[in-house]
Every structure is written in C-alpha cells, then in structure tokens.
C-alpha cells in the first residue's frame, strides 16, 4: 500500500489523511508531539523534532512519498528526503522560496504580478525611511514563520514602531515593511499544480478576516467574472513562479478601482479551501493526494450554486469539551468537522460548519446558525 508522509498532525494532515483513506493510501504522520488529531488516525505515528537526523531517518524509510501540512518544516529538512531518494512535494527549492516572505515576494514580483510597495529593514531607522517613501499605515511583518496574524503589525504612525519592533524582532527575527492596503476584500484561490505542470484552479473565494485570523469563506466571491479570472490567473500564476507541486492557497487582496494585489501563498491546503470537501466535485486533500503522487487531478468545479464555511474559534482557554452538537447537527445543511485537539486557546481553530446552500446568504445563514450553537469548553 502506498504511504504518504506528512510532516505536521494538525487538522490539515487529519483531513489529508481522510481522503487518502478514500484513495486506498495510508499516511505516515510525522510530528513533534504524541496524540496530535491525524496522528491518531494512523498507524505510523513518528513523533519527535523534525530535524533530528535518526528520526527523520526512521520516517523517510516507511514513506513512498512525502509531503507536509505547514511551511514551518525547514526546506533543509524536505532537501535531506529528496536526497534519501524520495518524492518531496513540495519541493526543498520551492519551500525555500515561500517560507521566507521576503524571498517569497521577490519571486512573485519577478514573474511581474503584482504585490504591495515592501522592503526588509533591519532597524527601526530603516522603517521610518520606509515611512517617508511610502507613508503611513505601513505593516510590519516577521520574514517566517508567522500565521493568523501572530507575525504582523499594522504601524498607523511612528508611535507604534517602538512596541511593534520590540515584539516582533525579538530573538533577531528578520523582519520586513509593506504598504497597508486599504483593500475592500480579501479574496483566496486554491490552486492545484501537477508533478507534469498541468494546474487547476477552485473558484475564487472571499474571506473575512476578524483580528487576522480567517472567520468566514464565501464560495464563490460574489464578484464579476473579469475579475475573479483575473484573481484566479494571478494565483495560477503565483503558484508557477514557484514551481509548486501539489495545492497552494493563494491570499490576494481587492482594492476599490478593481485592481488585485498578490498577499501570500500556503504551500499545502488551506482554510479557505476546506469548503471543497462538500462543496466540489474534488476536495482540495484529494486533490493535493492525486498532485503529490503524479496521478490525474481531478474536477474542481463546485457543486452547488453556493458554499459558505464558518470556522469554529477558541472563545477561551481549557479542555476542549465539545458541547450542543446535537444540536448544531440538527441544523438541516450544516456539515459539522471537529479536529480533536485537546485543548482549547483563544482563536485556535478547532473545527469548522460548512453548508451548501442557492445562495451565499442561505448558506451562510446555515452555516453561522450551527456554528453559533457549538460551545467548544463546554
Ligand atoms: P499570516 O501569515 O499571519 O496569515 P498575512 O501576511 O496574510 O499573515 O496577514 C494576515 C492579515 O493581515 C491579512 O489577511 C490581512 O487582513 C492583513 N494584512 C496583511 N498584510 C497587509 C497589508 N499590506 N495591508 C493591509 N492589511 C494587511
């Protein structure tokens, strides 16, 4: 039986792992700790630090292939695999460029689409000398490993870069400066790229964002056509600039004269694809599993007029001790995921309400409906 290894047991290795089952796969999960929610789903449960050579060892030898579920896994990791002789998507090369924002950037500006004014800086002086070529509002932003915001800092003037430089330039953090955008919507693209280059894009979708981190996923945008096939080529696009293997989230953003701007990109599934499990003919973890091992990528299309997909946040820390399900179930429409994690912290993810529905408003009245009932500590 083929196994596919993923570095990561979080909810996207879970659900990775469901649709593999589907395919006849089996996953391998790789993690830094025990009991993670795909972890438990599998028989081949690794558990310890990435970039420990024995480990890393034992998991390459019960892989056929190998992929991941965060771009937090260091690319010198994915290029010790591929010299292990293994199929690595995505690859060490596109890794290395995607996980550092500024490297990221220069790629995708190079292959000419369009991005937001930005620059490293390396000190505080240098944001100011940013702040006098491209004004206020800048954002700062940590070069890695930064998610739902917790890297970023919106700077409205030179009062907030004493605060903002200390928090996120701490330990030496690489930093880097860009231009607010004062965008109407956020848009996303799922993007699936084969190991032959054929690519295939999910609608184009709108999200909502509350404190940086993504509440809602409208599918698809309610927007005209020429503008979501431009959102839709540009993240093609992104997504060849890298030569990417496998699905790519594409964030973008949409500013009032119609023009779209290139944010950032996943390099694995993502949140505002999770709507592609009911609402597609393909889910994007199908999708990525078919990407990833050379096989057909299949039918992006949706499958109803309309999908909306609310996530289920952390309200407050403690035991994840679900609540009211049933009641949530009851909601006609409501599809209902939960991860499993053990604990609960404010804005953590720990599941998400799809609905279907003949419009965006239906859906998301379903949708918000069962969500509103789920109480995660119970
Ligand atoms: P993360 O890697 O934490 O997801 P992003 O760079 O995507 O970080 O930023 C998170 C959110 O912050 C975005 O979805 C958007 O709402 C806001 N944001 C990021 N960059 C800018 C910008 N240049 N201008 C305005 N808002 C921004």
């Avoid at 690319?75 to 591929?82: C, D, K, M, P, T």
């Avoid at 993502?270 to 592609?276: A, I, K, L, P």
């Avoid at 039918?299 to 949530?328: I, K």
């Amino acid at each position: 039986m083929t196994r596919i290894g993923i570095l990561g047991g979080g909810q996207l290795a879970q659900m990775l792992t469901q649709a593999a089952i589907s395919l006849g796969l089996e996953t391998v999960i790789f993690e830094r700790s025990p009991d993670s929610p795909a972890g438990r789903l599998t028989q081949h449960e690794i558990v310890g630090p990435w970039d420990d050579g024995a480990t890393l060892a034992r998991f390459a030898t019960c892989c056929d292939c190998v992929t991941l579920e965060n771009e937090f896994v260091d690319a010198g990791v994915l290029a010790w695999l591929e010299d292990y002789g293994l199929p690595v998507y995505p690859s060490a090369i596109t890794l290395a460029s995607i996980q550092d924002k500024l490297v990221q950037k220069n790629r995708i500006a190079a292959a000419g689409l369009p991005v937001p004014a930005y620059r490293a800086v390396a000190t505080p002086a240098e944001v100011l000398e940013a702040a006098a070529a491209l004004g206020w509002p800048l954002v700062l932003k940590a070069r890695r490993d930064g998610y739902d915001g917790y890297g970023n800092a919106t700077l409205r003037s030179e009062r907030d870069l004493g605060p903002a430089w200390e928090r996120l330039a701490r330990n030496g953090r690489a930093l880097l400066v860009e231009a607010f955008v004062p965008f109407t919507n956020e848009l996303a693209v799922m993007v699936v790229r084969g190991r032959d280059g054929a690519t295939r894009a999910y609608p184009v979708v709108e999200t909502v964002q509350q404190n940086h981190i993504c509440h809602v996923v409208r599918a698809p945008a309610p927007l005209p056509p020429a503008l979501t096939e431009q959102a839709a080529s540009l993240a093609v696009r992104a997504v060849e600039a890298v030569d990417g293997v496998g699905i790519f989230g594409v964030e973008l953003f949409l500013l009032a004269d119609d023009r779209v701007l290139y944010n950032e990109m996943a390099p694995r599934p993502h949140n505002s694809g999770h709507y592609t499990i009911e609402a597609c003919v393909t889910s994007q973890f199908e999708n990525h599993l078919r990407a990833v091992l050379g096989w057909p990528l299949g039918d992006t299309a949706m499958r109803s007029p309309a999908a909306v997909m609310v996530n289920l946040l952390g309200g407050r820390d403690g035991a994840s001790n679900p609540q009211a399900l049933r009641q949530a179930l009851a909601v006609p429409g409501a599809h209902l995921h939960l991860y499993g994690k053990r604990e609960v912290r404010v804005g953590r993810k720990m599941g998400h309400v799809t609905a279907l529905g003949p419009s965006l408003a239906a859906a998301e009245s379903t949708a918000r409906a069962a969500a509103a009932l789920v109480q995660l500590t119970g």
